[in-house]
């Protein structure tokens, strides 16, 4: 594995004449910029779980018959009988193995820098960008793999799970109905998405829409109006002593319920990608928590890793909805 050197591209010349600039300082900021996304809605917003015991996590689900109408005529015996668990399902999540190594020479740890730039920094931006993977993975549209000879394990991401074709382990009774997907965002196909959730659960529902930076914009966009030429569209008017022009939605409230809004990681989630959760049912499943660890220095200067070991568990995917944009 490359090293970065203690200086770059190679030490420094010396400076050659004379006169007052020869002995000035160099002034560099110690303070460190770096600029990049680095929040995780999507992991703060799945429960946790109970620890996963093995590298394969199931759970049951299951569905209440529909409503019957018809009554019982007077006198009648009970002749037929069902089976009250005929419609239990499992489902399932592989664990993946996610990992980050650092190391840092032994001239660098030893130097004072800007930063700075030890292996203490070192730990914690390996850290960081160890929880970016996991967020990507969770919003990702990756298929549950086994692991194999030569390949890793892999959980099945949200933008899998939250699908008409979730995989043939999924059971067909519990797979996200089409109506709770859309790919074309207003109004009234948002209001369809929430009605289409309510009617799995028949709960006026409490969501979170992690949205990607593009729905987002949509989402604030909206001109409160159905299409229908014949139709007044709303006008909001502002007091101009407020001196600014608002453009944002944080609560979207319908008959069928309540949908708060959140941004997303742009390095981790499209920004055509928006996943409508219910916290109730959506949790992580650690093998074993994030953590670091420091390897043997062999001469070289430090090093070490950090990793960490979980699936996602949808508990039900008909609990949720998707907008999945074109452009």
């Known amino acids: 594995m490359s090293v970065s050197n203690t200086y770059t591209p190679s030490a420094p010349a010396g400076r050659p004449g004379q006169g007052s600039g020869i002995a000035n300082r160099e002034d560099l900021d110690s303070r460190l910029t770096l600029l990049d996304a680095a929040n995780y809605p999507l992991q703060m917003l799945c429960g946790r779980g109970p620890k996963a015991k093995s590298t394969l996590v199931e759970w049951p689900v299951d569905i209440y018959a529909d409503p019957d109408d018809s009554g019982v005529p007077e006198g009648e015996d009970v002749t037929g009988f069902e089976d009250a668990f005929a ?43 160890l929880k970016r993977d996991i967020e990507k993975a969770i919003a990702s549209s990756n298929d549950a793999v086994a692991q194999g000879a030569g390949i890793a394990a892999k959980m099945r991401g949200l933008d899998k799970w939250i699908s008409t074709t979730p995989g043939s382990d999924v059971a067909a009774d519990y797979v996200t109905p089409a109506a709770s997907i859309i790919t074309t965002l207003t109004e009234i196909t948002l209001n369809d998405v929430l009605r ?122 008909r609990a949720h909805g998707k907008i999945t944009l074109a452009s």
Request: hydrophobic share 35%.
């Open 87 to 129: 419609s239990v399902a499992r489902l399932q999540g592989r664990v993946q193995h996610f990992r980050r190594s650092w190391r840092v020479s032994k001239e660098q740890q030893l130097s004072e820098s800007a930063g700075p730039q030890d292996k203490a920094r070192a730990k914690v931006k390996k850290m960081i960008e």
């Open 196 to 317: 289409s959730i309510h009617e799995q659960n028949g709960e006026v529902n409490y969501l979170t829409a992690v949205n990607g930076s593009r729905v987002q914009q949509e989402i604030a966009e909206f001109q409160r109006t159905d299409n229908n030429a014949s139709e007044t569209v709303y006008h909001v008017h502002q007091a101009a002593e407020s001196k600014k022009v608002t453009l944002s939605v944080k609560v979207y409230e319908s008959d069928f319920g309540f949908v708060k809004m959140a941004l997303a990681n742009p390095k981790c989630q499209s920004n055509l990608k928006s996943f409508l959760l219910n916290p109730n049912y959506v949790e992580l499943r650690y093998l074993d928590e994030a953590k670091g660890y420091e390897l043997e220095d062999q001469g070289g200067g430090p090093r070490g890793y950090t990793e960490a070991f979980l699936t996602l568990a949808v508990r039900d995917p």
